[in-house]
């Protein structure tokens, strides 16, 4: 096609620009070939001129149209450039904000710097299953295709995340990891992907760090294998991490910081278990402190170590290994914050007892001397000797930060390794899929060895990308048979060539390092030498000879050349490690216990020029030598780099490129130089290349059909579409090698499908022109007329209301007038007066308020002068006593020194010689006399010393007696000098009143006067009060009357807030209910679980044969006899299995079990409180009911009361009996004349004459009943056997009923003769006969009582008798006793006072459950006979017979009884026959037989009436048994058969039905309403089964869910194709290019399903449950289901689609809508809330359609949406999307302007509609008028063995 013909006049171009890198503008005038330049005109509508390059001639990029724009794939766009890709990007991120886009096979993900919410469980759900091309891009689209190809092609996949520093990579790896954990599950109860979700935030805290880009960078690279079975659910993982950043824990920049753990730990150090770390402040360590930024904002590092702590105990590392890994982690930073000082210039030195040291050593358990001389000394070894050499301080320090950076690597792996260890699985593996998130390609200012590695394997990883590209590419031709030439792409091996070949870089850096004397420099040289003349890739700076440059595929690097030797080398001081093996603390041991055997560098020697440190994880999977231990960085790196690119290639990859939109982390702001530098990088535009190289639109047939249809005329159309097509084509474009015809698909070069849409553009704009010109015409003129007509109109009617307002105007200015006058006078009065008043109270306050002021501030003052008196005094006091203190202590000192004095004289004295020789003259005479002395002295020595103590007590008293007296009178002086000084303030007090008391006086006589003017000014004021009065009274009766209004409209708000509480409580009832159903739900999963665990655990042990469990729902509330007794050995043998396993999930499983019990049953009975209130509401409206019913049950309640006081008495008077004879234990206590005796006389007296009472009463209440009777009905006939009918239903047995049948035969017999002798009313002969019978009846009645009597009397004699035995056996009992010795006697009395009592309560017992037995018979008895007098009042109104009739007709109402009897309506069966009841009606029934041929509800009903045998014969085991049996299978048919819809919908049916039938048969008058006489008979007699009723409604709730379930499974895959893809209406909507995604297309294939198949599978539901006898109520609400759920799937699926969101998509789904309501009009179910559930759905459509321009157009839609959440609005308005051209955008501003509106809204955030959500179900008590004893049982159903009883 030639430029000429593209571009022309109007046609848009991207040229280049220095600020936005690209810039569209408008050609001005048409190109020619040749012209030097283009006239351009941009779009702020400046005009340029852009000149053409003379070389190349190329002309500037065109734009795609702007339908084409914001498309989902970049492939999809007809011009593939690098502004196109850019621009595409800018609009999906800044205008819809969407952060991610294809690009072919890459996905695209902005980071957007905002937390988005479309990472929910619900977002999950709805991208599983579905095709990659189907749903708009995401994250989860490209893992759930991985996921797919992985079970589809068993083929292992990968998912490669890179991009930069802060794009996004680790969040967009966490969120597929998490996809497939969500979607998989795991194989056991292990949680295994709650594990692999646990390793991010461990492996967050340890590796990531915030750097300048990003606040949580990763600096390491690692790759997940997520390991699936055989069934591809998650087993375990196994990680593998690259290059970890080791120099950020000595170093970090400005504004970034450590490792985030090293924060936390700091963040943490408050909590008792770390005090043992003495940790601080984050600020207080050198290793945390150098970026200045240690605190992120937003983040809370005391709970990041939270999680992080509770992700280590997922992981199986206990709380003992955690604070190990704590106190290393701690270690390093007192490592850090040790000081090195010079001690001279070659050597360095630790000052003694550093503390930080010393708590470095205490943490590793290592010497303190140790340490501090391997970290200032290093040894070196010769062949002969070992010296060691002092370090100088730099050295050290870079010594110090080396081991640190050991040390911290070393943590890193081993935290890694256990990690893999507790994700790691027993199962088999039978794939994987593998997360590589991996560092882009990086260039800096300063690129160092760091950076090199990266971008090498970068180099590698583009270099297998642009090789699975060209694969795809290729393979996509050569299906579709298309002839292709080898594409031109980029290929950098020579980059991967220059690096690792043979004397490459890293071949010649390795060799630099084995150099004794290497340095950069010589290396350097070596590459100049090598590579610079031979490889074009390689470059040496101008200005630098340490530098070098390489052109790598994304840019040209330079890389500095100082550093590199060292970090390859990566070297540590072995005399400090050897230190740290010798610790006694074990993990730092275990870190080092591999040392020797480790590939990977122990460390780095120090260096200063680099940015980061690198480490690289060890390889486990190879065997290690000790030649291995020497390899470099750059020998590892290159090794784990290539095992890498094998697994890569052994898979299918999967490829996100993370794009970082701006540097400065803002939301939603896109930097295009930056985007445009990380595109180039990361591949994308190279995939655009090589698919624009090619044929990159790509249409099928029908697609290209449907679009361009309107570009064919109707001979051009044919029935094969593929030669239509062809013809087509060949027309429109000539040069044939823009587009080839495949298969399947046409191929266009680029561009062609944009030329295509020009020329459809065209073609539609001249047919919309000539319409629009012929509709335009028709309006104007209608409008014309329609104005002119309405003008003339108005004219008349304006100028008659214009005259009409003048003159109310005239009226109205007058009284305006007026009223002003006296108005403003009024108002003008009422100010002065206010003013004045309110001077005059302001005075009196300010007045009062000085006067107070006045008052306080002379009592502040005399209170300060006795606080300064109290003071002083105190002060001259404490000065005399320290005075007196020193002049005692002087005096002390003084005596001191003269007696020292004296005593040194003395021992002077002693000492001299001469001294000595006077005292040794006649010292032999003086002995004697001195020994005599002593003698006496000793004696007087006594006495004194006797004297001496008693003087000491003595005076000890008299000294403690004066020293009371003393403080006695100091006190007492005390006292006074405090009386004297207060006389003294007293007298000062005085003087003071006075002056105030004249004061006082002064001002109560201005007080006075002013309060005799204030009184006049009061009078004043009350007289205008009372003015004012009258007024307000006259308002008052206004006020009333607004009052009375107000009072109206308060009755009437109350009465609508009554209405809208009592619908609040409805909706807080169905959401109670909700919970409850909800509970139920995850109660029976858990049920199915443990039966899983229960079967897994049967099949790992060989030789235990396990069967179902019999575990039902509500076994903590109820217990239930075994279904099966083989199921006990199934039991019994679990046991066993489990006894050996590990127990702890099962006692996890109990408790949660327990847990939702107990939730359960406090849910059930606040839905019993809720439900009892409702019942309770609207049992107001029945009050009047029952009491109409009163009357008619006076009789009944008459007769209760006389029965339950003659009972009452009867137990009275036993009592009595029993304690008279008890009372007295003598001899002949029972003889005649005894107490008892006598007692039992006055009862059978009291007895005789209560009969005789009896009988009188009786004879005259049936004479008078007869009377009334017959009085009341022989006018009406003369023959009604109503009479005979009512005294016969009051007889009690058979013999009665014979008796009077017999005596009314005679009695006809004898009245035959005398017929015709009566008068002729027959008055005569009606009385005889009424006589007659009623003197029959109560003879008889008489003889009942008679033999009642007679068997009381017995039974009292036999009581008499027993009373009679039982005292002679005491009486021999006691004269046993007596004849025992006394402790014998009394253990016999006490065993046989115990067996009495135990006999006694026996009795009693006996007695009572007989008393609650006949209780129950006359209760039972009474219903019977209230039932039958209801009958025969009924049947009196009978037609009339003659009289004559009667003689003939008399046993018509004696057979009505024998024919109840033939049946029951109950089913009799034995106990061994109850498993074959159950297998032959439950277990192995076909609904599909039962539905077609017998009635609805047939096994219900059968087991109800079984239910009512075992009822009737009182047995509660079998009653038990059977419920238990039938719950249990029920719930095993539908675990067997529960996808099979007809199965549930036909046991649901079932099962409702035998509810009912428990309900209708309870006895319960609430259930019994709307029983016939025959049903009321057949209630249950014996057991109520109240609670069993719960347990069958619960069941029900689970069968409706699983319906639902079943309903939904079969209903998804239908309905986004039939409600959105399928086009109903043909030719509305318009089919869009498509990318390299496959899209669904949305024309009916076949297979495809459209709307008519949702119709048929909702029809063919329907009758499916209407055969079954579901009941009605219970069909609405399924239907209600079925429609909420194609309602939700259909707008989650248009929410996550832009394809769909146009103005076609809407009228569609319209149409779809009305479709399905029309279906709802067809069942007669519009009212069942179905229609209601489509109302989000059909505002979604409306929304497409409506216009989005104005600010009125918001408010409509505000106004219009109201189903529709905010998110769900702006989510359609940015997905927005024009087919045809003529179609327009949403703009940024209308959707501002609809979210400002929205933001008042309360509501939740969710974006999808919940499709899991099941409405609350409710079973409403639906009765059955079917007859029990008219069931007949079908032999095809094998129940021979039940019998009718």
């Given at each position: 096609m030639a430029a000429s013909e593209l571009y022309t006049k109007r046609a848009r171009v991207w040229i280049p620009d220095a600020e936005e890198v690209w810039k569209s503008a408008e050609l001005a005038k048409d190109f020619k070939n040749g012209d030097p330049s283009l006239q351009l005109m941009l779009e702020d509508g400046t005009s340029i001129e852009h000149k053409l390059d003379p070389k190349t001639k190329n002309l500037p990029y065109l734009r795609n149209p702007d339908i084409l724009v914001g498309e989902n794939d970049l492939t999809a766009l007809s011009y593939l450039h690098e502004p196109a890709v850019l621009h595409n990007l800018k609009v999906r991120f800044i205008d819809s904000k969407l952060i991610y886009t294809y690009c072919g096979i890459v996905l695209v993900a902005i980071n957007p710097y905002e937390t988005l919410g479309i990472y929910g469980t619900d977002i999950i759900n709805a991208y599983s299953g579905q095709n990659m091309g189907d749903m708009d891009p995401h994250i989860f689209a490209v893992a759930e295709e991985a996921y797919k190809q992985m079970a589809r092609d068993e083929r292992n996949q990968s998912i490669i995340v890179?991009?930069?520093?802060?794009?996004?990579?680790?969040?967009?790896?966490?969120?597929?990891?998490?996809?497939?954990?969500?979607?998989?599950?795991?194989?056991?109860?292990?949680?295994?992907?709650?594990?692999?979700?646990?390793?991010?935030?461990?492996?967050?805290?340890?590796?990531?760090?915030?750097?300048?880009?990003?606040?949580?960078?990763?600096?390491?690279?690692?790759?997940?294998?997520?390991?699936?079975?055989?069934?591809?659910?998650?087993?375990?993982?196994?990680?593998?991490?690259?290059?970890?950043?080791?120099?950020?824990?000595?170093?970090?920049?400005?504004?970034?910081?450590?490792?985030?753990?090293?924060?936390?730990?700091?963040?943490?150090?408050?909590?008792?278990?770390?005090?043992?770390?003495?940790?601080?402040?984050?600020?207080?360590?050198?290793?945390?402190?150098?970026?200045?930024?240690?605190?992120?904002?937003?983040?809370?590092?005391?709970?990041?170590?939270?999680?992080?702590?509770?992700?280590?105990?997922?992981?199986?590392?206990?709380?003992?290994?955690?604070?190990?890994?704590?106190?290393?982690?701690?270690?390093?930073?007192?490592?850090?914050?040790?000081?090195?000082?010079?001690?001279?210039?070659?050597?360095?030195?630790?000052?003694?007892?550093?503390?930080?040291?010393?708590?470095?050593?205490?943490?590793?358990?290592?010497?303190?001397?140790?340490?501090?001389?391997?970290?200032?000394?290093?040894?070196?070894?010769?062949?002969?000797?070992?010296?060691?050499?002092?370090?100088?301080?730099?050295?050290?320090?870079?010594?110090?930060?080396?081991?640190?950076?050991?040390?911290?690597?070393?943590?890193?792996?081993?935290?890694?390794?256990?990690?893999?260890?507790?994700l790691i699985t027993n199962i088999k593996q039978h794939s994987f899929i593998g997360v590589l998130d991996i560092y882009g390609f990086e260039t800096f200012e300063i690129n160092s060895f760091e950076q090199f590695c990266i971008n090498y394997a970068n180099e590698k990883l583009q270099q297998q990308f642009n090789m699975h590209v060209f694969k795809l590419e290729q393979e996509e031709y050569m299906k579709e048979q298309i002839p292709w030439t080898l594409i031109d792409f980029y290929d950098n091996q020579p980059c991967i060539n220059l690096i690792e070949a043979k004397m490459g870089i890293l071949d010649l850096l390795d060799e630099e390092c084995k150099m004794p004397k290497g340095s950069d420099d010589s290396w350097a040289q070596k590459l100049y030498n090598t590579h610079l003349k031979t490889c074009s890739l390689f470059e040496k700076p101008r200005m630098s000879n340490r530098a070098f440059i390489i052109q790598h595929f994304a840019d040209k690097v330079e890389y500095q050349c100082e550093g590199f030797l060292e970090k390859n080398k990566d070297t540590v001081n072995e005399d400090q490690i050897n230190v740290l093996k010798a610790s006694k603390f074990d993990l730092l041991v275990e870190l080092f216990q591999d040392e020797e055997k480790a590939t990977s560098p122990t460390g780095q020697v120090p260096g200063t020029g680099g940015r980061t440190r690198l480490s690289i994880k060890p390889d486990k999977g190879r065997g290690k030598t000790s030649k291995e231990h020497k390899k470099t960085v750059g020998c590892q790196f290159r090794n784990s780099l290539q095992m890498l690119m094998d697994t890569l290639n052994a898979t299918t990859p999967h490829y996100v490129r993370c794009i970082k939109p701006n540097d400065f982390k803002l939301a939603f702001s896109f930097d295009p130089k930056r985007a445009v530098q990380q595109l180039r990088a990361c591949g994308v535009l190279e995939t655009i290349r090589i698919s624009a190289a090619g044929f990159p639109s790509r249409w099928t047939y029908q697609e290209f059909f449907s679009r361009y249809r309107v570009l064919m005329k109707q001979k051009d159309v044919l029935s094969d579409k593929k030669l239509t097509c062809r013809n087509v084509l060949e027309k429109l474009v000539q040069d044939q090698d823009k587009y080839q015809f495949g298969k399947t698909k046409i191929f266009f070069r680029a561009g062609q499908v944009a030329y295509l849409e020009k020329l459809r553009a065209d073609k539609l704009r001249v047919a919309c022109i000539r319409i629009q010109k012929t509709i335009r015409c028709w309006l104007a003129?209608?409008?014309y007329l329609r104005t002119r007509s309405a003008a003339i109109t108005i004219q008349r009617f304006t100028r008659g209301y214009q005259a009409r307002c003048l003159a109310k105007f005239m009226r109205r200015t007058q009284a305006a007038t007026i009223i002003q006058k006296y108005q403003r006078m009024y108002m003008e009065r009422k100010r002065y007066r206010q003013k004045q008043a309110a001077?005059?109270?302001?005075?009196?306050?300010?007045?009062?308020?000085?006067?107070?002021?006045?008052?306080?501030?002379?009592?502040?003052?005399?209170?300060?002068?006795?606080?300064?008196?109290?003071?002083?005094?105190?002060?001259?006091?404490?000065?005399?006593?320290?005075?007196?203190?020193?002049?005692?202590?002087?005096?002390?000192?003084?005596?001191?020194?003269?007696?020292?004095?004296?005593?040194?004289?003395?021992?002077?004295?002693?000492?001299?010689?001469?001294?000595?020789?006077?005292?040794?003259?006649?010292?032999?005479?003086?002995?004697?006399?001195?020994?005599?002395?002593?003698?006496?002295?000793?004696?007087?020595?006594?006495?004194?010393?006797?004297?001496?103590?008693?003087?000491?007590?003595?005076?000890?008293?008299?000294?403690?007696?004066?020293?009371?007296?003393?403080?006695?009178?100091?006190?007492?002086?005390?006292d006074a000098k405090n009386k004297g000084n207060q006389v003294t303030s007293l007298l000062e007090q005085l003087e003071k009143l006075k002056k105030e008391l004249s004061s006082t006086q002064k001002e109560k006589k201005t007080i006075e006067d002013w309060a005799q003017t204030y009184r006049d000014e009061m009078e004043k004021m009350v007289s205008e009060l009372k003015d004012q009065n009258c007024s307000l009274k006259k308002e008052k009766d206004d006020l009333n009357r607004l009052i009375q209004e107000q009072s109206q409209q308060m009755t009437e708000k109350m009465a609508r807030a009554i209405v809208e509480k009592t619908q609040q409580l409805e909706t807080d009832l169905n959401e109670e209910r909700s919970r409850y159903q909800n509970l139920l739900t995850e109660h029976l999963r858990l049920e199915e679980k443990y039966d899983d665990l229960k079967e897994a655990m049967n099949v790992s042990k060989p030789g235990h044969r396990r069967t179902d469990s019999t575990h039902s729902s509500n076994e903590s509330e109820y217990t239930y006899n075994s279904e099966y007794a083989e199921l006990e050995e199934g039991s019994r043998a679990a046991e066993d299995v489990t006894r050996g396993m590990d127990?702890?999930?099962?006692?996890?499983?109990?408790?949660?079990?327990?847990?939702?019990?107990?939730?359960?049953?406090?849910?059930?009975?606040?839905?019993?409180?809720?439900?009892?209130?409702?019942?309770?509401?609207?049992?107001?409206?029945?009050?009047?009911?029952?009491?109409?019913?009163?009357?008619?049950?006076?009789?009944?309640?008459?007769?209760?009361?006389?029965?339950?006081?003659?009972?009452?008495?009867?137990?009275?008077?036993?009592?009595?009996?029993?304690?008279?004879?008890?009372?007295?234990?003598?001899?002949?206590?029972?003889?005649?004349?005894?107490?008892?005796?006598?007692?039992?006389?006055?009862?059978?007296?009291?007895?005789?004459?209560?009969?005789?009472?009896?009988?009188?009463?009786?004879?005259?209440?049936?004479?008078?009943?007869?009377?009334?009777?017959?009085?009341?009905?022989?006018?009406?006939?003369?023959?009604?056997?109503?009479?005979?009918?009512e005294d016969v239903s009051k007889l009690k047995d058979a013999g009665e009923l014979k008796q009077a049948y017999i005596g009314l035969k005679d009695t006809n017999r004898s009245a035959a003769p005398d017929f015709h002798k009566l008068n002729e009313d027959g008055e005569l002969w009606l009385v005889n006969q009424g006589l007659k019978e009623t003197i029959r009846l109560l003879e008889h009645q008489l003889q009942a009582q008679r033999r009642g009597y007679d068997s009381e009397v017995e039974s009292l004699r036999g009581e008499l008798q027993n009373v009679?035995?039982?005292?002679?056996?005491?009486?021999?009992?006691?004269?046993?006793?007596?004849?025992?010795?006394?402790?014998?006697?009394?253990?016999?009395?006490?065993?046989?006072?115990?067996?009495?009592?135990?006999?006694?309560?026996?009795?009693?017992?006996?007695?009572?459950?007989?008393?609650?037995?006949?209780?129950?018979?006359?209760?039972?008895?009474?219903?019977?006979?209230?039932?039958?007098?209801?009958?025969?009042?009924?049947?009196?109104?009978?037609?009339?017979?003659?009289?004559?009739?009667?003689?003939?007709?008399?046993?018509?109402?004696?057979?009505?009884?024998?024919?109840?009897?033939?049946?029951?309506?109950?089913?009799?069966?034995?106990?061994?026959?109850?498993?074959?009841?159950?297998?032959?009606?439950?277990?192995?029934?076909?609904?599909?037989?039962?539905?077609?041929?017998?009635?609805?509800?047939?096994?219900?009903?059968?087991?109800?009436?079984?239910?009512?045998?075992?009822?009737?014969?009182?047995?509660?085991?079998?009653?038990?048994?059977?419920?238990?049996?039938?719950?249990?299978?029920?719930?095993?048919?539908?675990?067997?058969?529960?996808?099979?819809?007809?199965?549930?919908?036909?046991?649901?049916?079932?099962?409702?039905?035998?509810?009912?039938?428990?309900?209708?048969?309870?006895?319960?008058?609430?259930?019994?309403r709307h029983n016939t006489q025959r049903q009321n008979e057949h209630t249950l007699s014996n057991f109520d089964l109240a609670e069993y009723r719960q347990v069958i409604s619960d069941l029900a709730i689970q069968i409706y869910q699983q319906l639902i379930k079943c309903m939904e499974n079969i209903l998804q895959p239908m309905i986004v194709s039939g409600m959105l893809e399928h086009e109903t209406i043909q030719g509305v909507s318009g089919v869009k290019p498509t990318g390299?995604?496959?899209?669904?297309?949305?024309?009916?294939?076949?297979?495809?399903?459209?709307?008519?198949?949702?119709l048929r599978q909702l029809s063919a539901f329907h009758s499916t449950m209407c055969q079954h006898g579901t009941d009605p109520e219970l069909i609405k609400q399924v239907v209600k289901q079925q429609f909420y759920i194609i309602g939700a799937v259909t707008l989650n699926n248009l929410l996550l689609r832009k394809d769909m969101c146009s103005w076609s998509k809407g009228m569609q789904i319209r149409y779809n809508v009305s479709q399905l309501e029309e279906w709802l009009r067809d069942k007669g179910l519009m009212i069942c809330g179905a229609k209601e559930t489509l109302e989000p759905l059909i505002q979604a459509a409306q929304l497409l359609q409506v216009k989005k321009k104005t600010d009125e157009d918001a408010e409509a839609i505000c106004s219009m949406c109201l189903a529709l959440t905010t998110a769900q609005i702006v989510k359609v308005l940015n997905l927005y999307t024009p087919v045809n051209e003529f179609e327009e955008r949403v703009s940024v501003a209308f959707i501002r302007t609809i979210q400002t509106r929205l933001r008042d809204r309360c509501e939740s955030p969710q974006l999808l509609m919940d499709t899991k959500m099941i409405y609350p179900v409710t079973f409403p008590f639906n009765p059955s008028s079917l007859a029990l004893e008219t069931i007949q049982i079908p032999s095809s159903l094998n129940l021979s063995f039940l019998t009718r009883v």
């Open positions: 890179s991009g930069e520093s802060g794009a996004g990579k680790t969040v967009s790896a966490k969120y597929a990891m998490r996809y497939f954990a969500t979607v998989s599950g795991s194989t056991s109860e292990a949680n295994v992907e709650q594990k692999v979700l646990a390793s991010n935030p461990i492996m967050e805290a340890i590796g990531n760090a915030k750097t300048t880009r990003n606040d949580n960078s990763s600096r390491f690279g690692k790759y997940i294998e997520i390991g699936f079975d055989t069934r591809y659910r998650i087993i375990g993982a196994n990680m593998r991490t690259y290059l970890l950043e080791k120099s950020r824990v000595v170093f970090q920049a400005d504004e970034e910081r450590n490792y985030h753990i090293f924060y936390q730990l700091c963040a943490s150090s408050h909590l008792p278990e770390f005090k043992t770390l003495k940790l601080s402040s984050a600020n207080d360590f050198l290793y945390t402190r150098q970026g200045r930024s240690p605190v992120i904002h937003g983040v809370d590092d005391t709970k990041e170590l939270s999680a992080t702590r509770n992700a280590f105990t997922l992981l199986g590392i206990n709380e003992s290994y955690q604070m190990g890994l704590f106190q290393v982690l701690a270690a390093i930073l007192h490592l850090g914050n040790v000081e090195i000082k010079d001690k001279d210039s070659d050597s360095s030195l630790i000052p003694p007892n550093n503390r930080h040291l010393m708590a470095f050593c205490e943490l590793v358990g290592v010497t303190y001397q140790d340490m501090a001389q391997w970290l200032c000394h290093r040894k070196l070894k010769t062949a002969t000797e070992t010296y060691i050499k002092t370090l100088p301080r730099l050295q050290a320090t870079n010594a110090r930060d080396a081991l640190a950076k050991h040390i911290y690597a070393k943590l890193f792996n081993w935290i890694v390794e256990h990690v893999n260890k507790a003129r209608k409008k001077a005059l109270v302001m005075q009196t306050i300010l007045r009062a308020y000085m006067a107070r002021q006045k008052y306080q501030g002379l009592l502040r003052e005399h209170n300060a002068v006795i606080i300064q008196k109290r003071v002083r005094g105190w002060l001259a006091r404490c000065w005399y006593k320290r005075c007196l203190v020193s002049l005692v202590y002087l005096q002390c000192c003084f005596r001191r020194m003269k007696a020292r004095r004296e005593l040194k004289k003395l021992k002077i004295e002693a000492r001299s010689v001469e001294h000595f020789k006077k005292l040794n003259k006649g010292m032999e005479n003086k002995i004697m006399q001195l020994q005599r002395r002593i003698d006496e002295q000793s004696k007087d020595n006594r006495s004194i010393n006797e004297k001496l103590v008693s003087l000491e007590t003595s005076s000890t008293a008299e000294r403690e007696r004066m020293r009371g007296e003393l403080s006695r009178l100091r006190g007492v002086e005390e127990t702890s999930l099962t006692l996890k499983l109990q408790k949660r079990l327990t847990e939702l019990e107990q939730e359960k049953q406090s849910l059930r009975n606040e839905l019993e409180n809720r439900e009892d209130q409702f019942q309770r509401a609207r049992a107001r409206d029945d009050v009047e009911f029952k009491k109409a019913r009163g009357a008619e049950l006076e009789y009944e309640s008459l007769k209760r009361q006389e029965l339950e006081s003659e009972n009452k008495k009867l137990k009275h008077d036993l009592a009595e009996i029993r304690r008279s004879l008890l009372g007295n234990a003598a001899t002949g206590a029972g003889a005649p004349g005894s107490p008892a005796y006598k007692v039992v006389l006055e009862q059978l007296n009291a007895s005789c004459e209560e009969l005789e009472v009896r009988k009188e009463e009786v004879l005259i209440l049936r004479s008078q009943l007869v009377s009334q009777k017959e009085a009341m009905h022989h006018k009406e006939t003369m023959t009604e056997p109503s009479a005979y009918v009679k035995e039982e005292n002679n056996r005491q009486q021999q009992l006691l004269a046993q006793n007596l004849q025992l010795p006394p402790e014998a006697r009394i253990e016999a009395s006490l065993q046989h006072e115990i067996t009495r009592l135990t006999n006694e309560n026996l009795d009693l017992m006996e007695q009572l459950e007989k008393q609650d037995r006949t209780i129950r018979k006359l209760k039972k008895q009474l219903k019977v006979y209230s039932k039958r007098i209801g009958e025969m009042g009924a049947g009196q109104t009978e037609g009339q017979t003659s009289p004559g009739q009667v003689v003939d007709e008399p046993i018509h109402p004696v057979n009505i009884p024998r024919r109840e009897k033939d049946f029951q309506g109950m089913l009799e069966y034995k106990k061994e026959d109850e498993l074959k009841l159950v297998k032959n009606l439950i277990l192995e029934l076909k609904p599909r037989g039962v539905a077609v041929n017998l009635i609805p509800g047939l096994p219900a009903y059968i087991l109800f009436m079984c239910l009512r045998h075992a009822d009737y014969v009182n047995d509660d085991q079998k009653v038990r048994t059977l419920l238990t049996s039938t719950i249990n299978s029920i719930k095993k048919i539908l675990k067997k058969r529960g996808d099979d819809f007809e199965t549930v919908s036909f046991w649901l049916s079932n099962t409702c039905r035998f509810l009912h039938c428990l309900k209708q048969y309870s006895g319960d008058e609430a259930f019994m390299l995604r496959k899209r669904t297309s949305s024309i009916a294939d076949e297979g495809t399903y459209t709307l008519d198949s949702i």
